[in-house]
């Protein structure tokens, strides 16, 4: 194994849509993200995950900082996180990594974090150049294990994951959700979960730049459209006249899409983010139209219509002109499809379908149309794409109760994100502020 | 005379014999009637104690015979209110009674067209009377896309109403998809409970009279 490259793992869908051009874009977009690192450790073959090995951190809560970097990494899919070695530990102040140990464990890369007073630092060998590739430190809020201190790891965590993969991580990121009735928010590896807004609210929706988020307000009377300031305060965004739901910012958080209905079915409306008259961007002409969701860019919507009959998940530009079905050519089976969200790097769109009177979630690739069954274990709902196009967040049942899980679009692998039976309509941030 | 038992004029006073008839006439129908006491016997003499025992006898059987008659009166009357409150209770239950859905649907069964026709005549009759009306749906659809089909089911309702002559601003509409079930669980029994559109009156409550 040699240097770094620009190598990395790539995907069905990326090898569907063209190996180099992906690996080219990808690499520019790490370079661009973290200015001075422009490659990733070299993977051995191209479906083999390198070996991470996380060292012991010594002192007040490094057992807890070692616990998290791992997890993180671990949760992230795209490296082996290998086990603590009793035979490997951090080399003694001044000492060299014991690199042929480390390769001799399967390691090709080795992460030595260090606490020194209110700073981590955090150091990333590469096991095959014998050599330190990355040298960060990080500030650590106190007090250990608070919410501003785990979050410091994660951002960590996803630095690291870029320098070794080429891909930043998602770890510093949170998913909002639905729970008896109330918005919540949870950290992406599933601590601090706490409310944030509401009182009979559904479908969360982030702003783009991950301060706020929007939400439909279950009123008496009608429902309304607001918005809940992350720092603080909330507003009124639409009115509860008639029904208002499934908000959607608009990728420039400018306007809020969301379905309104009144008499003759539902359609969907566009709302200045700040308040104020909304106009209709799609004419369901009496049909229920519900659940929009923008292209990256702006450009696009997908969205639920009955316009056919079944409810079905179409595309239009985001003017409302130019509906297309998404998968009227899918030989899935499916009698009902719905919820669809477009994934941040644009290429795919998970929906809901019922199969066989169970919903399932399903990827869609945009440039051929081609349906995947992502899930089968229970009943699984309301999919919700990571910042990293891979991951996605749906409500499932295959626990027994449903709980919110977070599914690897690559490998299947699943995970369990929330402890509180009923969680469900999740949907996860953006890249968070500092 | 120590007649200052009774106030009553002495033409009041029945004899012994027609108090014997009124006792076995009470005893007839002591199914219907409470029986009186019996008179406490008093240790006094002569004629003053046949006139004061004929006194008390008398002054017994015309407080009964006043009860009696206060009371049918309270009856008629009590009965005239039960009749009202009867009738208004059955305005409200008409007017709120639930109709239901099959699944995915928004049209309107023959039984909930009659349930419908019902909540005319009374909205007819009270025009004071506006309604809100819930659509709520069973919890297998989409969430969100379940929210547009509960108000197609209220606006469903709304419609044949108002071409019947209902103003609409008497016919509010909205909808909570899923989200309030009025049977939990799964299966069809609860996902047909849950299929409905459910009715509250607004305004004009006061006009269908009795007390809520």
Redesign the interface.
Known sequence: MTLVSILRRTTRRCLAAGAGALLALGGAVGAQERPGVRVGLLYGERDAKPGILVLPVAGAGGDSVRAILARDLDFGDRVAVLPASATLGAPAAGAALNYALAARLGARGVVQATLRGAQLEVVLHDVAQRKVVDRTAYPLPAPANGAAWRRALHVASDALEEVITGTKGIAATRVAFVHE?RIWAIDSDGANAAPVAGT?A??PAWSPAGDALAY?E?E????SIRVADLRGGSRVVVPPQ??N??PAWAPDGRGIAY?H??????DLWLAPAGGGRGVRIALGRGS????PTFSPDGQRIAF?S?RAGK?DVYIADADGTNVDALAALSRDGAD?R??PDWSPDGRAIAF?ARLDGR?QVMVATLRDRAVTQLTREGVN??PSWAPDARHVVVASTRSGQRQLWVVDTESGRARQLTRLAGA??PAWSPRLPR | MPLSLSARPVRRLVTPALLVLAATGASACRRNQPVPPAPTPTPVAGADADALRRAREAALADSLARARAADSVARAASAGDAAAATAAAEARRVLTTPVYFAFDASELSDETRALLDAKLAVLQRYPQVALRIAGHTDARGAAEYNLALGLRRASAVRKYLADRGIALSRLAVVSFGAERPAASGEGEDAWAQNRRDEFEIVAGDAALGGAR
Do not use: H, I, K, W
């Open positions: 009735g009979r559904v479908s439909a279950l008496a009377a009608g429902s008639g029904l739901v499934s379905a209905g009144m008499d003759l079915g539902t229920d139209n519900t659940s639920t009955g409810p009902y719905a919820s809901q919903f709902e309301d469900r309509l």
